[in-house]
């Protein structure tokens, strides 16, 4: 028996998503959050969730925010990406920010139940034809984070202060300047405003219509 856990702000998307699964997937079994935040939540009391389906926007997050919150705090759980999106490039992208699939919300009952069993067996699937993604310095910078840093990247993106990253984190305020200067130098920024601009250009801006 595998567990999903299904993330959009639309109950009635999440209703019809999960009645696709439930429908293809006689032992998948499907919780729901409406933010990342929930998202989050529910990963840390229940470590048996084996996929996580995420829409590219929430309140609480847009674009690839996200993902990569959730792939620097639950680094084992794979995360197939929702949008409505149909932009090769951005499924490119999301292939290389780690997702474990991509699922335009056009897409057809037998794409997702596709991309769903790629996701559950370690393999990366799109309906789309995936696009190289065009270089950039920023997502290479990015991607080199350690988990801890990215974490602290989105922690930032968020408007979090250092004693509230401290706390989630469960690290001192000391640890976390550390890890903010380590990240800052990685980065090659100087403050906490360039740093969450930069996230902002790479993994929102870009996708936004």
């Not at 969730?49 to 995420?54: A, G, Q, S, Y």
């Not at 084992?76 to 290389?96: C, E, I, K, Q, Y």
């Not at 968020?158 to 890890?179: F, P």
């Amino acid at each position: 028996m595998s567990q999903a856990l299904l993330v959009d702000d639309h109950p009635l998307f999440r209703q019809a998503l999960s009645s696709i699964l439930r429908a293809a997937q006689s032992r998948l079994t499907i919780a729901e959050a409406e933010t990342l935040a929930s998202a989050r939540a529910i990963l840390e009391t229940n470590p048996s969730i084996d996929l996580i389906l995420l829409d590219m926007q929430l309140p609480d997050c847009d674009g690839f925010e996200g993902l990569l919150s959730l792939r620097s705090q639950f680094p084992r759980v794979p995360v197939v990406m929702v949008s409505a999106n149909l932009d090769d490039g951005v499924a490119g992208r999301a292939l290389a920010f780690g997702a474990a699939g991509y699922i335009p919300k056009s897409s057809t009952c037998s794409d997702i139940d596709r991309a769903v069993k790629a996701a559950l067996s370690g393999q990366f699937w799109s309906p789309l034809p995936v696009a190289a993604t065009a270089h950039s310095a920023h997502i290479d910078l990015i991607k080199s984070l350690s988990p801890a840093q990215l974490r602290i990247l989105m922690s930032l993106n968020r408007g979090m202060s250092n004693k509230q990253i401290a706390y989630e984190m469960n690290l001192t305020e000391g640890t976390v300047k550390g890890y903010t200067t380590a990240l800052y130098r990685k980065l090659g920024v100087s403050s906490r405003t360039q740093a969450i601009i930069l996230a902002h250009d790479v993994l929102v801006q870009p996708i936004e219509h």
